[in-house]
Every structure is written in C-alpha cells, then in structure tokens.
C-alpha cells in the first residue's frame, strides 16, 4: 500500500516524487494531507517495550494495530457535524444525512440520496459499490445544469477544497509579479502536520510563486503568507465567509482560511463546486489549478542566487499516481484530504465543448486514491449521458446576479438576466475557452519516476 495511518494521524502515499518540504513534525489526530491515503491499522510511532519473549512482541503489535484501527474507525464514524442525523437502520452509528436540507438551486438537492432522471437511452449511473461518497455531485459547468447528485447539501469538513474559497476571495487583490518578503509571524497558527510547500522566514517570493505553492502542494504555509499580505488570518477567514454568501453557498461555514480541520468548519459538495465555477471564470485561476508540475524557490545559494525545486500537482487525476493515470481533459480543480474529512475533491474536465464539474466528499470505501476513482467514473457517466437526463437542479450564480433561492425549475431558469458572465467564461465562446492543463508532459514523467520509486521500495520490502 502507498501509505499508513496510525494513531488517527494522516501522511502521504509514497507514489509522489515531488513532495515539497514536509512538516518537521508527524501529522497527528485532525492532521491532513492532501493525499488521499489508505486507512490501515498498522502503527510504527508507538515503541514496542522490550521483551526477552518473541511471542510477546508479536501479540503486543497485534494489540497496538488492533487499538488503532478501533481509534481510526470509531473518528470515522463519530458525529463531526451539529444536524447531521443517524438513521441507517442496519448500522445506527453510521452518518446519514439530514432528513431536510438546503433547497438552493432546486428542490430535490435538498432530498436525501441519489437524485438523477435519466431519459430514454441514457447509461445508468455507476453502482453504490462503485459510488460510495457520502455526498457527489456531477453538472454541467456552463449551463450550470446538475446531471445527478448525492446528498449536494449535506454539510461536511471540506478539507483542503476550501483552498477553493480562498483563492475566490483572495486572488483577485494582488498581482502575480507582486513580490514579498516573508516574516515569521506570517507563518504562525498552522496547524500540527499542515503541508507545507517549503516557504522559508526572511526570503522573497512572488504572487505567482504563492499561488502555485496553494494549488500544486496544498501548501498552508503559502496560504498563510497570502493571508497575512490580506490584512491577516481572521480578516480573510471574514472575508471568505462573506464571499460565501455572495456566492449563494450557504452551506458554508468557514473557521480556517487552509481548510485545516476545526470544529464547525463545514461546507457541501454543491458549494464546493460554486467556488470551483467562480474561480474558473479567472484565468490566473484556471492556470494555477490545473499546472501539473512547477519549479519553486528555494534557500539562496552562494552568491545569492535562489536554488529551486520541483513540485507536483496532488490532484491525482491531473499528475497520475502509481495506481490511477491523468484523466483524459481534466484541466483543475483541487483535492484535500484530512482525518475528519476524507478524502475530498472537486474537478473539471472538457471533452469537445462540454465541461463537466464533479465534486466528490469523503468515500465510504478506504481505498488508495478512491476520491478520484469515483470522480472519473462520475466524469465518464456525465459525458455519455450530458444529453440523455433530466436536469434534478442547476447551480445558481452570484447573489448580484442570481436570487440563489431555488425557486426555479431544473431547467435552469435565470433570475434578473440570469448569469450570463459565468456562462460568457465557461460556455466554449469567451477567449480562454479551451481548457487544458499545464506541464502534463512534465506530470507525466514524473508518474514514471514514482512508478520506479514505489517498485524499488517494495522491493526493498521483500
């Protein structure tokens, strides 16, 4: 397997080859990585005692691996969320959604389930076996059409998606040749465990440099320097929340500009996908989310002159892994992954001229890059059936353009001329219209050299 988790604590799969600089300490309980991992039950960071007896030993790593996969599961299946209702009759523990929810953008977004209407022809949905995320939602990112969905407005951790929000709030205020020189208080309150792309007190970055350090490494140091450029962390976490509501996302609640977990921090698969829609309507945001590899500033050499290093997207379905490829047109958006989220991740991706979002939160099923398997699987069944369903709801716009009350039918009525800048960004026809994801060839080689790790390390293993 490509990763471990012990004692609740999250770290990376071992299929990257670009990691960036890693936080000092292990990740611990409500830690992340913006990796999705495999839940195991082995632990190696609790010390064996010694023993003169082997059988000892052995019985007290099975006791050690059988006391955290009880502390894994028993976070997994504890309440994270006020309203969020336990009504599975065959597991009472299990989350299940809340019996009413959110209406925005239609009705049946708001009922519990899978919702979609499929037409005469149409290809039936993947199964539950192969859709297990507690919430999904899969539209079309110009008509802003919702082909089908699961749970759109159940409120969950969002991990690092959030870095969505954060980008629609704070991208637009500097420009990407502005440069700054960090100190070390713009690096204070990260979380335990945070990912860092390795930005270093008293050394000088761009915007740009910033931005990628966000998008490809999920970094909360970039974030954190971004914040404190916009007058500091609990100025931008108010900002993001009142863009939220500018943006009709009321499902969410925001507490940390990185998407860190924190109790109350919550937001839904329908909002995630309204900020990727928003920030897709950016170019500078449309670049940095769907560059695959980049170069990144490092320490200062001799004579000065800054040293660099690779980094590499950890959307998956944009770089590959060693057990997933890049997805054909995938062109953004971004992924999290944290102990009470999951694994989280919204995406777009083009085929001719549709493009189709897909957000997919926390899969049931504990399988290595299981986020971005039922992405694609969604991604596959909303290219073939585009034409084939009904819309079940539609993705409304900006409250200066939308009333956002889902009031409409899911045909996708407009309200006070409806949100024609979104659709003049994302309908095929405004300049930048064709998507296409940066530095794939790079990714691509870099798959290759994670492939080579990983089967070097096993069979080191051996």
Request: net charge positive.
């Amino acid at each position: 397997m490509g990763s471990s988790m012990g004692s609740g604590s999250i770290r990376p799969s071992g299929g990257a080859l670009f990691r960036g600089v890693l936080s000092a300490t292990r990740a611990k309980r409500g830690t992340f990585s913006d990796v999705p991992t495999t839940f195991s039950a082995y632990t190696a960071s609790v010390p064996a005692r010694p023993s003169t007896s082997p059988g000892a030993a052995v019985r007290r790593g099975r006791s050690l691996r059988t006391a955290a996969a009880l502390a894994v599961s028993g976070l997994l299946a504890s309440p994270l969320l006020t309203g969020t209702a336990y009504a599975d009759p065959k597991d009472p523990k299990a989350p299940a959604p809340p019996a009413k929810m959110s209406q925005i953008g239609g009705e049946r977004l708001g009922t519990p389930g899978v919702q979609v209407q499929l037409k005469p022809g149409a290809p039936k949905l993947p199964g539950p076996d192969a859709l297990t995320a507690r919430s999904w939602i899969i539209s079309d990112a110009a008509s802003g059409k919702v082909l089908a969905a699961k749970n759109a407005h159940w409120q969950l951790a969002p991990a690092s998606t959030l870095k969505m929000l954060f980008a629609d709030t704070v991208m637009p205020k500097f420009p990407k040749n502005q440069k700054h020189t960090v100190k070390p208080a713009d690096l204070a309150g990260m979380g335990v465990g945070s990912s860092l792309v390795g930005i270093k007190e008293n050394l000088t970055y761009t915007v740009h440099d910033l931005w990628l350090g966000v998008f490809l490494r999920s970094g909360n140091d970039a974030v954190h320097t971004l914040s404190a450029m916009n007058g500091g962390t609990k100025a931008t976490v108010q900002q993001m929340q009142q863009h939220a509501k500018e943006l009709n996302a009321n499902d969410t609640h925001v507490v940390t500009p990185d998407g860190y977990d924190a109790p109350g921090q919550v937001s839904s698969a329908y909002d995630l996908t309204l900020f990727a829609r928003a920030g897709l309507r950016n170019p500078d945001f449309r670049e940095y989310c769907s560059t695959a590899s980049a170069q990144f500033p490092g320490d200062k050499g001799k004579g000065g002159k800054r040293a660099t290093f690779g980094i590499q997207n950890t959307n998956r379905l944009l770089s590959g892994d060693y057990d997933i490829k890049p997805y054909p047109g995938i062109a953004g958006v971004k992924n999290g992954s944290t102990t009470n989220a999951g694994s989280t991740f919204t995406g777009v991706a083009q085929r001719g001229d549709r493009k189709l979002l897909v957000t997919v939160m926390n899969p049931e099923k504990k399988v290595h890059n299981e986020a971005y398997r039922e992405a694609a699987s969604l991604l596959d069944w909303g290219f073939a059936a585009a034409d084939k369903v009904e819309p079940v709801g539609r993705l409304v716009g900006p409250r200066s353009e939308d009333d956002g009350t889902g009031a409409v039918s899911a045909q996708g009525k407009r309200h006070k001329g409806g949100h024609g800048s979104t659709q003049a960004a994302l309908d095929g026809t405004g300049p930048g219209a064709t998507w296409t994801a940066v530095g794939i060839t790079g990714g691509a080689v870099v798959v290759l050299g994670a492939v080579a790790l990983v089967v070097r390390r096993r069979r080191a293993a051996k």
